[in-house]
């Protein structure tokens, strides 16, 4: 199969299943079992098509006689893509039992998820800021409305209407931004912005400075960065858990991989300008999410504010990239891979347990656990270990990475705030773990049935643990080395 | 998969299954572990013959790569395996006696309820005592190390409803803990000293020369610490006799024939570094020299019959040992080949005993006990212990004699031979107390199970020593020129090692008739006062309590309480109450209000332009 063909088909059909399914749903042989099983197998076959780029090193334009080099493939795009179409099936493969046990989860909600999807394609794919953007609100508006899903809860409305409030708020800037670049660069094609940043003085493009800035602002929104994600606790509180694990494992690493191409393409040059301030989100990105964890009561605002916390970790190698570009971009890709992956499998766990009603999972519901269900206990264990980067784990890989490319780059301090707060974070996460296997409980025996989500909240713990440990001593699975290869191979594709 | 990996992953796959098996079907059939548990060490045992027989005859160094464990810089750690010369030699005693041990242990440990724990440990056991003879760089050798100290830790102990046995787990693990301090300390200073390459053996002792000497003899002698630890020498040796307190089969395998060998094994392993450090090597046969004697006289008046057969070990341990600080490392390592079977037959007799007598330890108990099977191969492998001609340890021991006296140290050489002297005495003393009495007691013969390695381990013990047959008898020393090892010592002249051997076993030989009319048939054993300096194993263990352990305890109990408690915990108990209530703080502006949002991001957009202006403001 051409690469041409993947390109067109991955988003084709994300698009034509979504489509189907919003007719399908009206007729009278849907039942929401076949929409959910159509959406899960069209993730699957297109994360499968994507996922073939993976570890060949090319890249070219998609119909460049149609698209005009709008839209690029290459290995990192096909990363990106496979990694957050895993992330979207995982998502949905755990939440079965959420989506029998819910009225509100119709078949409009798999359409949106497909929608929101393919908008990510694109987006990773754009190599041209107007498409980002459209591919961007594609991807935002279908999370908005997934956000707000729950119709009868308060909560979900209010979330949804923030998010939708400031996300659009956020989304201005980003037009202002790329009006203030075109103006100077004359172009909104990436490869023709770099091209303009390289031949012209520092001093004498200020637009494409200032236009700059305010795209990184949107995208500073999208991630949740402080001072711009405030939203992020009272949004994830308000959506169901699926969807809270959606947007925090899988439309983030959408928004990376536009932000990395966007970075390593053109930011790059003005490294030296923006440092400072990406350090200074970094550094309060960290803190205030930390300061945020601490004291959450509920175990999902907990994971709210602490994904804040790891958006400050990737920050900290965003910084480090223009002085140790290859180790800190493939950092960020492995990194981004290790929180997906312990995400969705701690939400999933979360939601599984909730049994999907809306209750919100204090950390006194998870007392006893470990004794009424010690796979659960052991697999969330996993997870939290995972996010708190404990040796043996994909997250400590993934940290390690991270603060390895920040010392690389010189920023010692910064790595060594990233691991004070690594240090803290111990204890929100540790939190759970002591609620599961050290508090006693009233628990009574709970069935919670479903196999299949409990399989797949397994199979990710698994593969936590074995992209910490992962050797090919026994058997030849790909570890910690070929998923590092992969993430080099991905970010070498963007010069060529 | 290459042959030293399955040689090596075998015993662990077989300890994995017992495991799963004990834990997922409580009530599994014995017959499922023994298959397991034989299979294991079966294959092991007849892989080490392999790779002895091409060893030896082809010259085959087998190596075996695993994987890169990691590779910082230039630096790399290999997960690499290595049996050259030296390497196959112990696995050709390892594990095929580990094997042995293995059919003995079926028959010693049947219808005991803990048989599955038993064998998975012990197989365990085996995989670490491999990785250690294995290994290709120090750093998978001390993992071998810290992986047996475990297994003999969990073995010691394997009885643990008796809390004793748990105490005697503890003493030895701690015990090795002092030791495997020196030996981590000597690898970290090696680290530093290293200039570059991998941290294997052929790439140390490459770079030996360049190494800073002071730091090579500080090296040597860290790494003689840890070798303490292991073989039991002093004055790391407490733990050697409470181990007993493990199953006989464990004493057999762990504390006579294997693990306490480790520290022998390596110190022949840098052998190339004790060359160069002169000073550490002589007291390694102090040291040895001493363990010997000090072992020797304790046991002569010990009573628990596998106490007595410790202390023999550790003082067969610092015959090692003056050999490897003579420099005569092949005789060393040959006196440990022989020791393997002779020793590990002394300590199954002395479990079909116990089983034989419902486990009385004591000899005053045992007096006059009827086992004639027993007696034969017990009578071997005392005469051979004792060095009588022809039997193995005759050679091994006469090499070392021989060596010991040509080097020199005339201080060493007279311990040596006094404690083999003594060796003579004890053993002689046990084997009258036990067989030669006026009263006599009946009892079962033991099973087939056991039965069978025993013999197989006598002839063994009788034959060994022909492999290294010396010169003087016109042999010429096969296993010391296949081994290859750096040896320093001189070769003693044929009419001087002929008079040796011939003056050190007529005075063995006065022993033992001494020992006869002291002990033979009568009542000597039970009369005799109990008492004194010797009996008491010259208060060591007292001393130590006195004047190593309560002292510790004192400083710990005040770190627990000043620095652990005071300033420690109450330093993390503010911070973190701090960190609260900023947490509380900064949530007064996470409150929901979705203007206030706006506003901080409007904010960071007016914080981000103030820095661009102020950064460009030189260029507008």
Not at chain 2, 98 to 125: C, V
Not at chain 2, 369 to 393: G, N
């Amino acid at each position: 199969m051409s690469n041409t063909f993947i390109a067109l088909a991955v988003p084709a059909l994300l698009l034509s299943s979504a489509i189907f399914i919003l007719l399908f749903g009206l007729s009278s042989y849907y039942t929401k079992n076949r929409g959910y099983f159509i959406t899960l197998a069209t993730l699957f076959v297109s994360f499968i098509f994507a996922s073939l780029g993976i570890g060949t090193k090319f890249s070219m334009e998609i119909l460049p006689q149609i698209f005009n080099s709008m839209v690029v493939y290459d290995t990192f795009a096909a990363t990106f893509i496979s990694l957050f179409l895993l992330g979207g099936f995982l998502t949905l493969a755990i939440a079965k039992s959420f989506v029998d046990k819910t009225d509100f989860f119709t078949h409009e909600s798999f359409v949106l998820l497909l929608f929101s999807l393919f908008g990510m394609v694109v987006l990773t794919m754009a190599n041209e800021l107007l498409t980002a953007f459209i591919a961007l609100e594609i991807a935002s508006m279908s999370v908005y409305i997934l956000v707000g899903l729950n119709r009868n809860s308060l909560k979900a409305s209010e979330a949804f209407f923030k998010y939708l409030l400031l996300g659009s708020f956020s989304a201005s800037f980003y037009l202002l931004g790329m009006m203030l670049i075109y103006a100077q660069a004359k172009s909104t094609n990436l490869d023709a912005i770099a091209e303009y940043i390289l031949h012209t003085e520092l001093h004498s493009q200020l637009l494409i400075l200032a236009g700059s800035m305010l795209i990184m602002i949107t995208i500073m929104f999208k991630i949740a960065a402080v001072p711009f994600g405030a939203w992020v606790l009272d949004v994830y509180e308000g959506a169901s858990l699926p969807i809270t694990a959606y947007m925090a494992g899988v439309f983030k690493i959408a928004i990376f991989a536009f932000t990395l191409r966007v970075f390593l393409q053109d930011y790059i040059t003005f490294d030296s300008v923006y440092d400072p301030l990406i350090i200074g989100g970094a550094v309060v990105t960290m803190a205030v999410g930390s300061l945020l964890a601490v004291i959450q009561t509920s175990v999902k605002k907990m994971l709210a504010a602490s994904s804040v916390v790891h958006s400050g970790y990737i920050l900290i190698a965003f910084a480090s990239i223009g002085e140790a570009t290859a180790s800190a971009a493939s950092a960020i890709i492995f990194y981004l891979f290790a929180y997906f992956i312990s995400a969705i499998g701690a939400f999933g766990v979360l939601s599984y347990i909730s049994k999907g009603s809306d209750k919100l999972i204090q950390y006194e519901d998870l007392n006893g656990l470990a004794k009424t269900r010690p796979i659960i206990a052991a697999s969330l264990t996993i997870f939290m270990l995972s996010f708190a980067g404990f040796p043996s784990t994909i997250g400590f890989i993934g940290k390690f990475y991270i603060l390895t490319s920040a010392i690389e780059a010189g920023y010692t301090a910064l790595a060594f705030f990233g691991a004070i707060t690594a240090f803290i974070s111990i204890y929100y996460y540790f939190k759970v773990i002591a609620h599961l296997y050290f508090k006693e409980a009233e628990h009574v025996e709970v069935h919670y049935g479903y196999k299949v989500s409990l399989a797949f909240i397994v199979i990710s713990a698994l593969v936590v643990l074995w992209g910490g440990v992962g050797t090919s001593l026994l058997f030849d699975i790909p570890g910690i080395n070929e998923l590092n290869a992969i993430s080099k191979y991905a970010v070498e594709s963007l010069g060529l | 998969m290459s042959v030293l990996a399955i040689l090596l992953l075998a015993p662990l796959v077989s300890a994995l299954l017992i495991f799963l098996i004990n834990i997922l079907f409580p009530y599994a059939k014995q017959y499922l572990y023994t298959f397991f548990a034989l299979m294991g060490s079966g294959v092991s045992g007849l892989l080490a013959l392999y790779v002895g027989y091409y060893s030896y005859f082809e010259k085959e160094v087998f190596i075996s790569h695993l994987f890169t464990w990691l590779s910082i810089g230039n630096f790399s750690i290999e997960v690499a395996l290595k049996a050259d010369a030296l390497g196959s030699f112990m696995l050709l005693f390892v594990a095929p006696v580990s094997f042995l041990i293995h059919i003995y242990a079926t028959g010693y440990m049947d219808k005991d309820k803990s048989y599955g724990r038993f064998f998975a440990y012990f197989n365990l056991f085996i995989f670490f005592m491999f990785l250690l003879v294995l290994a290709d760089n120090p750093i998978i050798m001390f993992i071998g190390w810290e992986g047996v100290g475990l297994t003999s830790y969990a073995l010691i102990g394997f009885y643990f409803k008796d809390i004793q046995n748990t105490y005697a787990g503890n003493k030895a693990f701690i015990v090795n803990r002092i030791g495997d301090f020196g030996f981590l300390s000597a690898l970290m200073l090696l680290f530093l000293e290293i200039p570059s390459g991998g941290f294997s053996f052929s790439n140390i002792f490459l770079n030996l020369a360049q190494m800073e000497p002071s730091s090579l003899t500080l090296i040597a002698f860290l790494l003689f610490v840890g070798a303490m630890g292991k073989s039991a020498q002093i004055p790391l040796f407490v733990w050697l006799p409470d181990a007993m307190a493990g199953p006989t089969p464990v004493s057999a395998l762990i504390h006579a024939a294997t693990m306490v060998t480790a520290g022998v094994y390596m110190v022949a392993r840098f052998a190339p570094l004790y060359n160069m450090t002169p000073e550490i090597s002589l007291i390694i046969s102090y040291v040895g020299a001493l363990s010997a004697l000090l072992a020797a006289l304790i046991a002569t008046r010990q009573y628990d019959i596998k106490k007595i057969l410790a202390y023999s070990t550790m003082s067969q341990l610092g015959f090692m040992f003056m050999a490897l600080g003579a420099g005569a490392y092949s005789t060393a390592l040959f006196h440990m080949f022989t020791h393997a079977f002779f020793k590990a037959l002394l300590f199954m007799a002395a479990g079909a005993i116990i089983v034989a007598y419902h486990h009385k330890q004591d000899i005053r108990e045992l007096r006059g006990i009827q086992l004639p099977k027993i007696f034969k191969m017990m009578a071997i492998a005392s005469l051979t212990i004792v060095a009588i001609p022809p039997f193995s340890a005759f050679f091994s021991k006469d090499a070392i004699m021989g060596a010991l006296f040509v080097n020199g140290h005339v201080g060493i050489f007279m311990m040596a031979f006094v404690t083999s002297m003594l060796t003579a005495y004890y053993m002689s003393r046990m084997m009258f107390v036990l067989f030669f009495s006026k009263s006599k007691q009946e009892a079962m013969e033991s099973p087939k199970s056991m039965l069978f390695p025993m013999m197989l381990l006598a002839i063994l013990s009788v034959f060994a020593g022909f492999l290294n047959f010396p010169e003087v008898f016109g042999g010429n020393m096969h296993i010391s020129h296949w081994l290859g090892l750096p040896d320093r010592a001189v070769l003693i002249p044929h009419a001087k090692e002929l008079a040796l051997m011939g003056i050190n076993t007529f005075f063995v030989l006065l022993v033992i008739y001494n020992a006869y009319r002291k002990y033979a048939y009568t009542e000597t054993i039970v009369t005799q006062h109990n008492d004194g300096l010797v009996a008491n194993k010259f208060y060591i263990d007292a001393l130590y309590q006195r004047f190593i352990v309560a002292p510790i305890a004192i400083i710990s109990h005040f770190f627990e309480k000043w620095v652990s408690q005071f300033l420690i915990d109450n330093a993390i108990n503010w911070s973190a109450f701090g960190y609260f209530k900023l947490g509380e703080i900064v949530a007064k502006a996470e409150n929901g209000n979705v203007r206030l949002y706006a506003l901080y991001m409007l904010f960071g957009v007016v914080f981000g332009f103030v820095y661009l202006y102020w950064s460009l403001r030189g260029a507008l």
